[in-house]
């Protein structure tokens, strides 16, 4: 699925989704989920080919015919090592197969509070200029967003960061590194604290959790820590170590739902905020995404924003719609809550292969 605009990290440009959408059946009702990896595995080792190669390989084979609980899913596939997202598409495809079956809401499923919205925050990627980024935000804020995450690398930072910080001297305003920065960088980091900022995501390496426990000491910046944790022991660990002050869920960077949970609680415990990260999902992941963001540890505005930000049209009817007081009502309906509009999934599928007990 082409995006409307091209959405730019430290890893590089993306301007088009290659996408996994996993399907459940039992008694003739669907649950769906969606593998949340990129085309190329440069966020982790994940990309869709190999996913679509661990679904049909492992996973799929050891689901079709079982009976299975939503709380236990991932546990099917436990033994596989990393690849997490492929697993976490199935393990999301099954919680909301049991909501729906059990005819309820996908965030009650899950153990979410009664809340009616949730807050949304944006994230926007490195532009051609400087000017062009200024523009965005005021679209954004313009639109209600309230918070805004610009992703910053290694010579679009500190002086970039300055320009927004001059022009909107008040928003809540977040910068994310993707992993562009080592120890090396420490003064450069700090020059940021001056900006006010909510917090810096990732500066380090995706597997580096002592060190960012070394540049949080150095910075008054919290830093937010969204590759390195991707189980609930390492958000333990983080914390322990003072590495992070916040911490960002992605549903399959941890494996899904199950997992997720069990990171909200250790961080819900400590009193460590967390908040919805995104991965550029079409409206199904969207959809979990939005039930993820109910649990009452989901403090800050996520990276959950409207389908129309990212695609001409989604998967999903109705789409994901944002209020212009930046919130996104949480739908009542049976599982995630969204109807799939088949006929355009079909009209945009590559590849389908189905595994049934026979
Ligand atoms: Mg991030």
């Known amino acids: 699925m082409p995006l409307v ?33 990129g085309e ?29 609980e939503a709380q236990t899913a991932g546990q099917l596939s436990a033994g596989i090592r990393g690849h997490k997202m492929a697993q976490g598409g199935f393990e999301v495809a099954c919680w909301d197969l049991q909501a729906r079956l059990n005819g309820v809401p996908l965030w009650r499923e899950i153990g979410g509070e009664t809340r009616f919205e949730i807050p949304c925050g944006v994230s926007i990627g490195i532009q051609d200029s400087v000017d062009q980024l200024i523009e965005k935000i005021r679209l954004e804020v313009d639109a209600g967003y309230r918070r805004i995450k610009m992703k910053i690398k290694p010579g679009w930072d500190i002086d970039v960061v300055a320009r927004v910080r001059a022009e909107f001297s008040s928003i809540l305003l977040m910068a994310d590194a993707n992993s562009a920065y080592t120890l090396a960088d420490v003064d450069r980091l700090k020059a940021l604290d001056e900006f006010n900022l909510m917090m810096i995501e990732q500066p380090l390496a995706h597997d580096e959790i002592i060190d960012h426990a070394t540049l949080q000491a150095a910075l008054s910046t919290p830093i937010c820590l969204d590759e390195c944790i991707r189980n609930s022991h390492q958000a333990a660990q983080a914390i322990r170590l003072g590495a992070c002050r916040i911490i960002n869920i992605k549903l399959g960077r941890v494996g899904g739902f199950a997992e997720a949970l069990r990171v909200h609680d250790v961080c819900f415990q400590a009193g460590i905020p967390v908040w919805c990260g995104g991965m550029l999902e079409s409206g199904v992941g969207r959809a979990h995404n939005v039930a993820l963001s109910t649990l009452p540890g989901f403090t800050l505005p996520g990276d959950v924003s409207a389908s129309k930000r990212y695609w001409k049209r989604d998967v999903i009817d109705p789409w994901v719609e944002v209020s212009s007081e930046g919130t996104i009502t949480v739908p009542g309906g049976p599982g995630f809550g969204y109807h799939l509009d088949l006929d355009f999934l079909a009209s945009v599928r590559a590849r389908l292969e189905t595994l049934s007990p026979q």
């Open 40 to 68: 190329h595995p440069f966020y982790n080792e994940e990309w869709t080919e190999s996913a679509w190669l661990l679904l049909k390989n492992y996973i799929a084979p050891k689901a079709a015919g079982k009976t299975l």
């Open 5 to 37: 605009h091209f959405f730019e990290t430290s890893f590089g440009r993306t301007y088009s989704r290659d996408m996994i959408l996993v399907e459940v059946v039992s008694n003739g009702v669907s649950g769906w989920g969606e593998v949340t990896c």
